[in-house]
């Protein structure tokens, strides 16, 4: 897809952060957004300020831990906006701290929305996007942690690894029907995922939180420089987009890595 004026874009958790930063790219190029979000204030917030800039705009309030809200955000899209063209999967939250003290509560609470959600609202937009037969765009938002793991923030990273393999298989899969399908992966990015304790329950038995991750976050890039740098993954039609050139080497050293145990394949033990 190389030109956004006149399309539709649903942008899930996209009243902040990383979502709305490319809901501003978007409207920027003309664009129509449909902005879904479990705050539904700040949805209709953002939402209005996109109007603002000549697009039009639909707020919904969106929980995609639930497939009938999702289901329901489908049916607004279908209903006020034509259809969708674009879809930026990208809802997601956090939690830090020890592997050692991660709960099932906190895994339960980090997989429901950032794979099992990535999942339903992949599920339900991909059928209509094939049924609009009319090709499209898909981008899966996972993280630089989807490819390098580490003992903090466990339950967050094996989203983000899952997002990277679900995405892989949409690509493969949707390829053939004229729909892209890239993988979006951050790197430390200025929003408010460190604040994702907010969403708990009261009740859930606590190991980690969310607030583990400002030290990365603060300072880092800001939502409104990733959004053309999206952009621009799309019209270049890249499997994976990257925010940040300086983790390069990190990767290089992890593949390194995975190469060198083939190479050791049947070796003797050291020592």
């Known amino acids: 897809m190389r030109e956004f004026r006149g399309k539709t874009a649903v942008v899930t958790g996209g009243a902040s952060g990383i979502g709305l930063g490319i809901a501003r790219a978007l409207a920027a190029e003309g664009a129509n957004v449909v902005v879904a979000d479990l705050d539904a204030g700040a949805a209709k917030q953002a939402a209005d300020a996109l109007r603002a800039l000549g697009i039009r705009s639909l707020a919904v309030a969106t929980d995609v831990r639930r497939t009938e809200s999702v289901e329901a955000l489908a049916a607004a899209v279908q209903k006020e906006m034509g259809g969708v063209d674009l879809l930026f999967n990208n809802a997601g939250v956090y939690l830090g701290g020890p592997m050692r003290r991660a709960t099932e509560d906190d895994w339960r609470f980090v997989l429901d929305v950032n794979l099992d959600g990535v999942f339903r609202v992949g599920q339900i937009f991909t059928k209509l996007l094939l049924e609009q037969g009319r090709g499209g765009y898909v981008v899966n938002t996972a993280s630089v942690g989807?490819?390098?793991?580490?003992?903090?923030?466990v339950a967050y990273t094996v989203s983000k690894y899952g997002v990277v393999a679900y995405s892989e298989a949409m690509r493969v899969d949707l390829a053939p029907e004229g729909i892209g399908v890239?993988?979006?992966?951050?790197?430390?990015?200025?929003?408010?995922?460190?604040?994702?304790?907010?969403?708990?329950?009261?009740s859930e038995q606590v190991g980690g939180f969310s607030e583990a991750l400002s030290p990365l976050t603060r300072g880092g890039m800001k939502p409104g420089e990733v959004g053309p740098i999206v952009l621009a993954?799309?019209?270049?039609?890249?499997?994976?987009?990257?925010?940040?050139?300086?983790?390069?080497?990190?990767?290089?050293?992890?593949?390194?890595?995975?190469?060198?145990?083939?190479?050791?394949?049947?070796?003797?033990?050291?020592?």
């Open 146 to 153: 989807g490819f390098l793991s580490y003992g903090a923030g």
């Open 182 to 202: 890239s993988t979006l992966c951050p790197g430390p990015i200025d929003t408010n995922l460190p604040a994702s304790d907010r969403f708990r329950a009261a």
């Open 233 to 271: 993954g799309i019209r270049n039609e890249l499997p994976y987009i990257f925010t940040h050139d300086d983790l390069r080497e990190a990767f290089a050293q992890r593949f390194e890595t995975v190469l060198a145990c083939f190479d050791r394949i049947g070796a003797p033990a050291a020592g």
